[in-house]
C-alpha cells in the first residue's frame, strides 16, 4: 500500500494537470487503506478477509461552477482523462456562488502534530485468530449463552492526503485493531442476542479479548425473559451504549450544511439556553491516539479543541467554506472529506464531561423508569426535534434494576431532552463520541 509522501505526490500530480488543462482551482484527496480481519464460530473458522483499496478524487472549479469526479486509476493517462472529465462536467455545471476553496491564509501551517494515530505494531493472521477465539471460548463460558454469532479481531492501515492548488499539501496514516464477541442465550421464543466490540488505534489499548467476550454474554443472557411496561411518562436512563446518540443528533443539527438547508431544529436557537449551565460537550480533535483525531479538516484548515456546548449554549455552527459563506459564520475547521465529492462536515472526538452522581445515585429516587440500552428505528425528525425511538433495556423500579424490558418506544423532543439531561460520573473515553450514563426526566414510554 502507498505511504503518505506517495499520497500527497499523486495529489499534487493531479492537481497540476487539472490546472494545466483550465480548472481556475483544484483540489484532490488520497484514500488508501489495507485491511485484515478473522471471524470464529463456534471455535472453528469461519472467515478470513483481506482487502486493499487505493482511489483519488479530484475536485475542479471554473468560475463559480465546480465539478467532483473519483478513480482507482492512478496511471497519468488516467489523470489527464479524469481531469478532462471533471472540467467537462463543471462547465455544465449551475454556478454556485457558495463553492470554492478555503481561504488560503486560514490553511494549516506548520509542523505536524504527533497524534499517536500508527501503532507500529501488525498483527499476524495467527493472532488475530488467537484473540478472536479467545473473545468467543469467553463469551460461550457465561452461563446460560447456549449459541454463538461469532468472535472476530481486525487490523487496519489507511492513509490520507489532501492538496490544493492554493499550496495545501499534507497527509497522514493511521492504524485500526478492533475485537468483537457476539452470541445468544436461551432456547425457542426465548432467544436474545447481544454484543460486545471495540476499536482502538493501538492493540495496546483495547481490553483483553476475554474481557470482550465476557462481556458480551453478559449482556445477552441479562436480557432473558424481557416483558413490556406500563405506558406513561417516566425518567428515561440512556447507557452510554446509546446515550452517545443523543450527541450525535445535536452534532447533526448543529452542521452548517443543515442549518443552511433550514433542515436543523436549532435554528435560532444559538444563543438559547439549551441545556443545564453545568453541561459541557467538548471537542478535542488532537487527541492522542483517538479514533477521529486529525491535524487538518478536509479543506486544509487546523482543527482544534473547543467547547462545542457551554453555560447551555452552543458555540456556533459546524461550517465547511461553502456553509460558512452562505450563512456568512465563521469557519470552524470542520470539513470532511470522503474518497470524491465536496466537502461535507464532521466534528472530532466529542465527549459530555460526567457529573458528579454515580450511576447508582443517579437512578436512586426513580420509583419507576427504565434504562435503555438499545434503540432501533428512525423516528428523529431534524427539522423538528421530534423523537420516537423503539427501545430494549431495563425497567428501574424503587431505585433498582428490576429486570428486562423489550418491544417498548421511547418519545420526546430533543430540545426538551436536552435541557433535562442530567449525566453520571461514569465517563469513559474508548469510542468516538463518549457520554457518560445520561438521565433525562419526564420522557413518554409506550409499552405493551
Known amino acids: 500500500m502507498i505511504d503518505a509522501d506517495t499520497a500527497i505526490a499523486r495529489c499534487a500530480d493531479l492537481v497540476e494537470t487539472a490546472r494545466r488543462l483550465g480548472a481556475d482551482a483544484a483540489d484532490a484527496v488520497t484514500r488508501a487503506e489495507a485491511s485484515e480481519s478473522v471471524s470464529i464460530r463456534l471455535g472453528k473458522l469461519e472467515d478470513v478477509e483481506r482487502s486493499e483499496s487505493e482511489s483519488i478524487g479530484l475536485r475542479v472549479m471554473i468560475g463559480q461552477r465546480s ?50 494515530l500508527r501503532d507500529p505494531h501488525e498483527p499476524s493472521p495467527e493472532a488475530l485468530r488467537e484473540a478472536a477465539l479467545e473473545a468467543e471460548d469467553a463469551a460461550r463460558a457465561i452461563a446460560g449463552v447456549t449459541n454463538s454469532n461469532g468472535g472476530s479481531a481486525g487490523f487496519s492501515h489507511s492513509v490520507a492526503a489532501l492538496v490544493t492548488s492554493h499550496g495545501f499539501a499534507r497527509g497522514y496514516e493511521a492504524t485500526g485493531h478492533s475485537l468483537s464477541a457476539g452470541v445468544v442465550a436461551g432456547e425457542g421464543s426465548r432467544m436474545q442476542t447481544d454484543y460486545d466490540y471495540r476499536a482502538a488505534r493501538h492493540r495496546a489499548d483495547l481490553p483483553a479479548p476475554a474481557e470482550i467476550g465476557a462481556e458480551a454474554g453478559r449482556r445477552t443472557v441479562a436480557k432473558l425473559d424481557p416483558v413490556s411496561m406500563p405506558s406513561g411518562k417516566v425518567p428515561v436512563v440512556f447507557d452510554p451504549r446509546v446515550g452517545g446518540g443523543l450527541v450525535g443528533h445535536l452534532l447533526g443539527a448543529m452542521s452548517g450544511p443543515s442549518v443552511a438547508r433550514k433542515s436543523s431544529f436549532l435554528l435560532g436557537k444559538q444563543e438559547d439556553e439549551l441545556f443545564d449551565p453545568a453541561i459541557r460537550i467538548i471537542e478535542d480533535p488532537h487527541r492522542p491516539r483517538g479514533l477521529r483525531s486529525r491535524p487538518f479538516d478536509g479543506e486544509g484548515l487546523p482543527t482544534t479543541q473547543r467547547a462545542l456546548v457551554e453555560n447551555g449554549r452552543i458555540f456556533g455552527w459546524l461550517t465547511n467554506s461553502a456553509s460558512a459563506r452562505q450563512l456568512g459564520a465563521p469557519l470552524s475547521g470542520h470539513a470532511s472529506r470522503g474518497g470524491g465529492g465536496s466537502p461535507g462536515v464532521s466534528a472530532s472526538n466529542i465527549h459530555l464531561e460526567p457529573g458528579t452522581l454515580s450511576r447508582d445515585e443517579l437512578i436512586a429516587d426513580i420509583a419507576d423508569g427504565v434504562l435503555i440500552t438499545s434503540v432501533f428505528g428512525q423516528g428523529v425528525n431534524m427539522v423538528t426535534g421530534d423523537y420516537s425511538r423503539g427501545a430494549n433495556g431495563f425497567r428501574i423500579v424503587d431505585g433498582r434494576i428490576a429486570g428486562p424490558v423489550a418491544e417498548i418506544t421511547i418519545a420526546g423532543n430533543l430540545l426538551a431532552m436536552f435541557r433535562a439531561l442530567v449525566p453520571a460520573d461514569d465517563l469513559e473515553m474508548i469510542h468516538s463520541v463518549n457520554v457518560p450514563t445520561l438521565r433525562v426526566d419526564g420522557m413518554t414510554v409506550a409499552g405493551g
Not at 467537462?88 to 501551517?109: E, I, K, V
Open 67 to 116: 465539478a467532483s469526479i473519483q478513480t482507482s486509476d492512478f496511471s497519468r493517462g488516467s489523470f489527464e482523462e479524469l481531469a478532462e472529465r471533471a472540467l467537462a462536467m463543471a462547465r455544465l455545471a449551475p454556478a454556485d456562488p457558495y463553492s470554492g476553496l478555503a481561504p488560503q491564509d486560514r490553511l494549516f501551517a506548520g509542523e505536524m502534530p504527533d497524534l499517536g
